[in-house]
T-cell receptor
Framework: AQSVAQPEDQVNVAEGNPLTVKCTYS??????LFWYVQYPNRGLQFLLK??????LVKGSYGFEAEFNKSQTSFHLKKPSALVSDSALYFC????????????FGAGTRLFVKA | DGGITQSPKYLFRKEGQNVTLSCEQN?????MYWYRQDPGQGLRLIYY???????QKGDIAEGYSVSREKKESFPLTVTSAQKNPTAFYLC??????????????FGSGTRLTVV
């Protein structure tokens, strides 16, 4: 069965410092991996995805994520955090076999302090 | 602009009442989804549809119903059988072509409250 885990409910970082939001997954076959961001009372916005190829994926707003197959991880990163990055971040995974269901993690709330 | 429109933004339901949440997309996406979001629980899949006139139950379908009569529309009805419907409801859509490796496009959500 597919699953995705975001081990941290909350991440706190100072503005200008690098940030990492962690995600690990379990899926049959090769994974399709996604990161989304949600601002208060809004829907989720797509940030980036990994399908195949280079393990470092670049996305919107300066975010990037690193796919690590051996550790089954897909951590979200940004070299220099902004206060405006404060939001709820969701990791999602879909296997390449059997249906189109995507499983979402529980979310990690990011607080960037000025 | 292409996108997904959910309405209403806020909805209040009385005990024993059925209510319907609207979801319309003009992205020409084949697949559409309904998720429920509760604090600290992430997104839970209610129903999904990969093609017109066909849909499948997700993980928490009890007390909900859907229809997919048109490609653009995927309304969700919260019935009186749903005992705890207060939540934030999100509709999403995606393409199913090729490898199916497309992300989702989400609507802005409907916040349903029981009064």
């Amino acid at each position: 069965a597919q699953s995705v885990a975001q081990p941290e409910d909350q991440v706190n970082v100072a503005e200008g410092n690098p940030l990492t939001v962690k995600c690990t997954y379990s899926v049959s076959g090769n994974p399709y991996l996604f990161w989304y961001v949600q601002y208060p009372n809004r829907g989720l916005q797509f940030l980036l995805k990994y399908i195949t190829g280079d393990n470092l994926v670049k996305g919107s707003y300066g975010f990037e994520a690193e796919f690590n197959k051996s550790q089954t991880s897909f951590h979200l990163k940004k070299p220099s955090a902004l206060v405006s990055d404060s939001a709820l971040y969701f990791c999602a995974v879909r296997g390449n076999t059997g249906g189109f269901k995507t499983i979402f993690g529980a979310g990690t709330r990011l607080f960037v302090k000025a | 602009d292409g996108g997904i429109t959910q309405s209403p933004k806020y909805l209040f339901r009385k005990e024993g009442q059925n209510v319907t949440l609207s979801c319309e997309q003009n992205l020409n996406h084949d697949a559409m989804y309904w998720y429920r979001q509760d604090p600290g629980q992430g997104l839970r899949l209610i129903y999904y549809s990969q093609i017109v006139n066909d849909f499948q139950k997700g993980d928490i379908a009890e007390g909900y119903s859907v229809s997919r009569e048109k490609k653009e529309s995927f309304p969700l009805t919260v019935t009186s059988a749903q005992k705890n419907p207060t939540a934030f409801y999100l509709c999403a859509s995606s393409s199913t072509g090729g490898l199916g490796n497309y992300g989702y496009t989400f609507g802005s959500g409907t916040r349903l409250t029981v009064v």
